[in-house]
């Protein structure tokens, strides 16, 4: 029985750690997944910006023959633009595309609309009237869908200076799906080292607790046995003699026996130590194996041992049951280059 609370114990620990270590592996896997989402976000920003300064430095800034869109363009200048944009705005690489003065004033849209434009007080149009872009990620875009706003400065090829704001809407599906792709092969791969790092923490677990079991188990045996018979000493004898008289409070018979062997100090000044050690063992041998299973034999000390008899029955199979013993201990023992008898008094 207390081995399998040990054991019990011991699994018992192996699951907590194995609980505990799930949480910071769960917490890693999701900040690393929040991580990908967020890298997510940015890569399709990135091609949002790249996008909108093609079409920028490709197709608006070589359309205008002038630096100045606050008098707007003229009809030549809006159809050089209508003819530079129309094959983006066709292929649907854009969703929506507007020309704007540094005033907010729309000179040039590809569908004539300038309804929904970026008001001039959004801090996203004064961050790009001053020269630096900005691109963010709209939940419902001109065709009520994901898209991405990208307000790129236009700067004129002639004088060099910022002349108005490009206000381009690009599809975010396309870019949406080619970023997740992968991002999931990068999920799944970091989801296969989660596995392989718990599965190791796992295994690291399980064998710290295995070794601080038998550890625990060894360290536990040897505080309660003897080191030269192995049986139990002192004070496990101790224990089972208290929870024997226990048994008896509550009614149940059994025997406690004390033994000493005769002529042992002669064994030991005669043969040497070693003999005497070897007469031990096999007293310790003959007793165990003269009773029974449930009973308990300990060395005390030097020449003592102990026995409880904890199974119930009355005087005469005691008796008759401890004369076996002692006939068992009476045989001869050989103990090279010697005979000596180990009956035990």
Not at 292 to 298: K, N, Q
Not at 326 to 333: D, I, S, T
Request: aromatic content about 4%.
């Amino acid at each position: 029985m207390t081995r399998l609370r040990r054991r019990r114990k011991g699994s018992g620990l192996f699951v907590l750690f194995a609980v505990a270590s799930l949480v910071p592996v769960s917490i890693l896997g999701a900040t690393l997944m929040r991580g990908y989402q967020d890298e997510e976000l940015s890569r399709g920003l990135d091609q949002g910006r790249a996008q909108a300064a093609v079409i920028e430095q490709m197709a608006i800034a070589p359309a205008l023959s002038t630096g100045d869109l606050s008098a707007g363009v003229t009809s030549a200048q809006r159809e050089r633009l209508r003819s530079a944009t129309d094959l983006a705005i066709f292929s649907g690489s854009v969703s929506r595309l507007r020309l704007r003065s540094l005033a907010g004033v729309v000179v040039f849209s590809d569908d004539g609309s300038v309804a929904g434009s970026v008001p001039v007080t959004d801090p996203a149009f004064r961050s790009a009237a001053a020269g630096r872009i900005d691109a963010r990620i709209l939940d419902h875009g001109p065709q009520s869908s994901a898209a991405i706003r990208v307000l790129e400065p236009v700067i004129s090829t002639s004088v060099g200076q910022v002349t108005g704001v490009l206000e381009v809407y690009l599809p975010y599906e396309e870019i949406a799906a080619k970023v997740q792709a992968e991002t999931n092969r990068a999920i799944f791969r970091l989801a296969l080292g989660l596995v392989a790092l718990y599965a190791v923490l796992a295994l690291i677990s399980w064998w710290t607790t295995r070794r601080l079991r038998r550890y625990a188990a060894d360290h536990l045996h040897q505080a309660l046995h003897d080191p030269l018979t192995g049986l139990p000493n002192r004070e496990l004898f101790r224990q089972a003699a208290e929870d024997a008289l226990e048994r008896g409070r509550r009614g149940e018979r059994g025997a406690m026996v004390l033994i000493d062997l005769d002529h042992f100090k002669e064994v030991n000044d005669t043969l040497g130590h070693h003999a005497g050690d070897e007469l031990l063992r096999v007293v310790g041998r003959r007793l165990i194996g003269s009773l029974r299973t449930d009973d308990v034999v300990a060395r005390l000390g030097g020449d003592e041992f102990g026995l409880i008899l904890g199974r119930g029955g009355d005087q005469m199979e005691t008796v008759e049951l401890l004369t076996r013993v002692r006939a068992e201990l009476g045989e001869e023992v050989v103990l090279v280059p010697r005979r000596v008898n180990s009956s035990g008094g």
